[in-house]
């Protein structure tokens, strides 16, 4: 077991094939089976009272687990969510990042299991947890 | 059973309560336990290719469902999802809305849940699935 | 499409490789797209009060989409739930058979998806509803 | 916080309110936000070739937060599940206990989530993960 590209490699290729999003999250932390996310909350992610919404935090647990495949199988822009649950157990603290806890539960030939845990910057209740699947497709010979 | 609010009503309500997403959809169809809700795709919800992301189907099935509680029980602004599963099937057409059906399973006193199969507009293979669960607070007096 | 088993094959195979729970459940109907199960309630499924129990449930839909892929792709009695989700929505009716009707939303080469939803006979009120995923392992050549 | 009930208690209680099942189970250590529960495997919860069924672990989750929600508000044995998220990840050794240990994400007023993470005896890879959502029925005055 070894990570197959840095904290700084794998920020640099998300920005490359997720042009669209890359400026919304960082990586905190990445390690073989953890990887700790931020999503760099801005207006566009919040809904009215400034809450951090939905979606945004299905994007920031979608990409967490993602980056955590990708800095264990390399460059392999193809790899796709195929199953997602999500638990919001509280209110987001008003205009706060959300800090995203992944853990790599299973590493497949052809399926990966991320599970996040999700927290407002500052508190150790966690607003929400999610688990996503990726299917990983065969390497191209 | 009847409905507590039409589709323009509805529409409206979405447009007052969330202007940042109102006009990423339009209610095609609304009866007692089905809405029709579209997708009206933009750049800003695509991936590289011109498919449909997975966020912009979260939000998509979010608030078909989200749609469904409130033109049944009326205006509830504070009704928050708590649960959502999604699977993921195929890979949406490019530059395409999409289509969500839903269906109310259940509407109790404190919980609803929400069916949604989301196909590209054309086609009817679904490219997805979700169930929403939202919890309804208790009505102040 | 077609069908690789007959309801009757379908049910000789099942009692072959699942002897233990084969006289659970009875096939009620089989298309290319859908199936309805019938869960044979008997005492080893209630709970106290006489309602069938959640694991009662789980094993009802899980056997139902298996069937479906069965029907589909043939005796590969390898083929493996990879991910459920379930809602439980209404209290089943005491002592009483368990129907779920269950609709195959995909059928790809590595993974299938199963919708089903379950009603106590003799109501039309969904009492759960589950979404299973099955690996399919690839051919042996 | 604190515990409503100890170990003994617990382990008690579940034998009176669910003789069918008490017997499958055993706690092993209880604390306020975690607790880990054994499956003592046992021939009915087998399939062809050793391994524990998918209902069978789907009951062992399920117990595990139950007991937990229970530890913490007390006899409550109307508390039901509305929701849950299984994923499989890998074959259960053949013939072996299986460990639960559950974490108790959220205890709110009406609804409690917890979240487990299953292994076989021995291993620390895990061969499955649930999130289960309760639903805690008002106290009675």
């Known amino acids: 077991m070894s990570l197959a590209m840095t904290k700084e490699e794998l920020m640099d290729y998300l920005g490359e094939?997720?042009?669209?999003?890359a400026d919304d999250f960082a990586i905190d932390a990445l390690s073989e089976e953890h990887v700790t996310m931020r999503?760099?909350?801005a207006e566009r992610h919040l809904r009215p009272g400034g809450t951090v919404s939905g979606p945004s935090m299905f994007a920031l647990a979608d990409c967490a687990v993602y980056a955590m495949v990708l800095a264990r199988v390399g460059r392999q822009a193809l790899a796709v969510t195929t199953n997602s649950s999500m638990d919001f157990m509280r209110k987001p603290a008003s205009?706060?990042?959300i800090r995203a806890e992944c853990r790599l539960l299973k590493l497949g030939r052809t399926l990966a299991v991320?599970?996040?845990?999700?927290?407002?910057?500052?508190?150790?209740?966690?607003?929400?947890?999610?688990t996503m699947t990726y299917s990983i497709p065969p390497e191209k010979t």
Do not use: H
Not at 114 to 130: H, I, N, T, W, Y
């Open 114 to 130: 991320g599970d996040v845990l999700m927290f407002s910057e500052g508190s150790d209740k966690p607003v929400a947890r999610a």
């Open 95 to 97: 205009n706060t990042q």
């Open 17 to 21: 094939v997720f042009p669209q999003v």
């Open 39 to 41: 999503l760099l909350t």
